[in-house]
Nanobody, 121 residues
């Protein structure tokens, strides 16, 4: 079994910073892409940023210059450093990963449970 566990959410004032973490555990052979999504109340889930095992990185236009994604392959962990936070960044943030489990020959899609980020004065 593979699990993704997010941490680091919370409440912060506008202009503040938070760092999210997402650790993958279980019978993992390799991880290709690790992605952060978010979903605000009443809105569709949207991609925030992703990073591949090759080091390719992409950000949503709304977070470019404010958020930084990184990963520690040895720890199967992806991070999202969020700075200059705005009220519109308020959402549940979800981690997603494409994982090749031991004993299989295809990548499967896994999701974390989500962590709440609230930006408010």
């Amino acid at each position: 079994q593979v699990q993704l566990v997010e941490s680091g959410g919370g409440s912060v004032q506008p202009g503040g910073s938070l760092r999210l973490s997402c650790a993958a555990s279980g019978s993992i052979f390799s991880i290709y892409a690790m992605t952060w999504y978010r979903q605000a109340p009443g809105k569709r889930r949207e991609l925030v940023a992703y990073i591949t095992s090759d080091g390719d990185i992409k950000y949503a236009d709304s977070v470019k210059g404010r958020f930084t994604i990184s990963r520690d392959n040895a720890k199967n962990t992806v991070y999202l450093q969020m700075s200059s936070l705005k009220p519109e960044d308020t959402a549940v943030y979800y981690c997603n990963a494409d994982i090749l489990s031991n004993g299989t020959s295809w990548y499967s899609d896994y999701w974390g449970q989500g962590t709440q980020v609230t930006v408010s004065s």
